[in-house]
């Protein structure tokens, strides 16, 4: 039998496994602009938060964010406003550099990823 998680102490992970979104932070227009190789993906940052990247595709559409992942160290790829997990373990994907969080942003967008 599982023990129930209790309700506080749920809320409280499952708030640690979410951001707010880029565009929901009042940052302005993004300072830099970069196209991904191989994909339709276009990713933009900010010199005032070093940290966050918003992930877009060409229309616009925000699909997605990587940032530093505070205590848990590394940085976190975002779908939704959640941070990614792995679906066997439920533990969050972290990277150690943006250019690796990206490619798992890319993966947990694709369709196919199993």
């Known amino acids: 039998m599982v023990a129930e998680v209790p309700e506080q102490l749920r809320l409280?992970?499952?708030e640690q496994r979410t951001s707010t979104s880029p565009l929901a932070r009042g940052l302005g227009a993004p300072t830099g602009t970069w196209n991904v190789p191989d994909s339709d993906l276009v990713v933009e940052g900010w010199d005032v938060e070093p940290g966050l990247f918003a992930v877009r595709r060409p229309d616009r559409r925000l699909?997605?964010?990587i940032a530093t992942a505070g205590d848990a160290g590394g940085?976190?790829?975002f779908v939704d406003g959640r941070q990614v997990v792995d679906a066997a373990d439920g533990e969050p994907w972290l990277s150690q550099d943006p250019q690796h969080a990206?490619?798992?942003l890319q993966a947990a967008l694709d369709p196919h990823t199993t």
Request: charged share 0%.
């Open 12 to 14: 409280t992970l499952a």
């Open 63 to 65: 699909v997605g964010w």
């Open 75 to 77: 940085w976190g790829t």
């Open 102 to 104: 990206l490619s798992l």
